[in-house]
């Protein structure tokens, strides 16, 4: 199977900046979308940025020009470099991967989910 990792969460004040890592370990055969999303409590949770494994890149309205997703191939991680931040970006930050892995000689295509990272910005 594929586990997903965060890291790279905390308290910062407003304005500062922080990079959230995602990295995906098992049975990985190919990775393609890779994303980040995050709820706030009493919020659905919400997609923040994708990143495929060509093409471009995608942003929330509320984060764009402040955030910035990527990922390193190699390494099978992701990152998200947010700065600028504010009160309400506070929230738990989830990745997620689309994957194939390869199960029992056999390759299945899942949708993965990080445990999630707390990122808490004060006023």
């Known amino acids: 199977q594929v586990q997903l990792v965060e890291s790279g969460g905390g308290l910062v004040q407003a304005g500062g900046s922080l990079r959230l890592s995602c990295a995906a370990s098992?049975?990985?055969?190919?990775?393609?979308?890779m994303a980040w999303y995050r709820q706030a409590p009493g919020n659905q949770r919400e997609l923040v940025a994708t990143i495929p494994s060509g093409g471009t890149t995608n942003y929330a309205d509320s984060v764009k020009g402040r955030f910035t997703i990527s990922r390193d191939n190699a390494k099978n991680t992701a990152y998200l470099q947010m700065n600028s931040l504010k009160p309400e970006d506070t929230a738990v930050y989830y990745c997620n991967a689309e994957v194939t892995a390869k199960v029992h000689g056999l390759l299945r295509r899942n949708s993965v989910w990080g445990q999630g990272t707390q990122v808490t910005v004060s006023s």
């Open positions: 098992g049975s990985i055969f190919d990775i393609h979308s």
